[in-house]
């Protein structure tokens, strides 16, 4: 059973450019978080897709963007990068319902902007 | 909105020895709360949840953790500390549900041989 991956594993990119990171869900959820982590910090909530739509969003500017699919995979879009988005980010997935199915996370993918 | 604070940044124990991390939070209602793993370069696991219900929790690798409603805290525990459990731990809340969840900024576990 494949938990959430993430890819690019790693990515370097330059300030003023644009990145996309890539989510597939846990088998069998349907729900897609998307979590930035800044060294030494804990995630912080970015925004979720369910049903193709971003259902909720954190504290993040409109640099940053998402798109779900029709498999449910995911994926995150920054642009004009900043060097302070340089981080993990973490994609995490669940199953929409009761809202009591726990968050699963992938490895992330590690940004870094010069 | 909601806020967790996790007051240890780090943590020396040795090998064999009890472990406590503290989780306290601010929550109007009653708060979905967890607590995740996280080793070098990896993701985060669930170690355990409490939607509701009996306040004592039992999760994986021997952990537990207590609600307790009147000090707002959701402290993590483990009787007997082994070497592989060295890693960093977050305590997390959601508002409501499981999916939006405000993470503490972490406790940094080294276990001692």
């Known amino acids: 059973d494949a938990g959430v991956t993430q890819s690019p594993t790693h990515l370097i990119k330059t300030r003023g450019q644009q990145v996309t990171l890539r989510c597939s869900p846990k088998?069998?959820?349907?729900?897609v978080s998307w979590y930035q982590q800044a060294l030494g910090q804990g995630p912080q909530f970015i925004f979720q897709y369910y049903e193709e739509e971003e259902r909720q969003r954190g504290n993040f500017p409109d640099r940053f963007s998402g798109h779900q699919f029709p498999n449910y995979s995911s994926e995150l879009n920054v642009n004009a990068l900043l060097l302070g988005d340089s981080a993990l980010y973490l994609c995490?997935?669940?199953?929409?319902?009761?809202?009591?199915?726990?968050?699963?996370f992938g490895n992330g993918t590690r940004l870094t902007v010069t | 909105a909601q806020s967790v604070t996790q007051p240890d940044i780090h943590i020396t124990v040795s090998e064999g020895a009890s472990l406590e991390l503290r989780c306290n939070y601010s929550?109007?209602?009653?708060?979905?709360l967890f607590w995740y793993v996280q080793s070098p370069g990896q993701g985060l696991q669930l170690l355990l949840k409490?939607?509701?219900?009996?306040?004592l929790v039992q999760g994986i690798k021997g952990f537990e953790a207590e609600f307790k409603r009147s000090q707002s805290s959701f402290n993590l525990r483990k009787p007997s500390v082994h070497w592989s459990d060295a890693a960093e731990y977050f305590c997390?809340?959601?508002?409501?549900?499981?999916?939006?969840?405000?993470f503490g900024s972490g406790t940094q576990l080294t276990v001692l041989p």
């Open positions: 929550y109007g209602a009653t708060p979905y």
């Open positions: 995490a997935s669940s199953l929409a319902g009761t809202g009591n199915s726990p968050l699963h």
């Open positions: 409490y939607f509701s219900g009996d306040t």
């Open positions: 088998s069998g959820h349907d729900t």
């Open positions: 997390a809340v959601g508002e409501g549900s499981a999916r939006q969840l405000t």
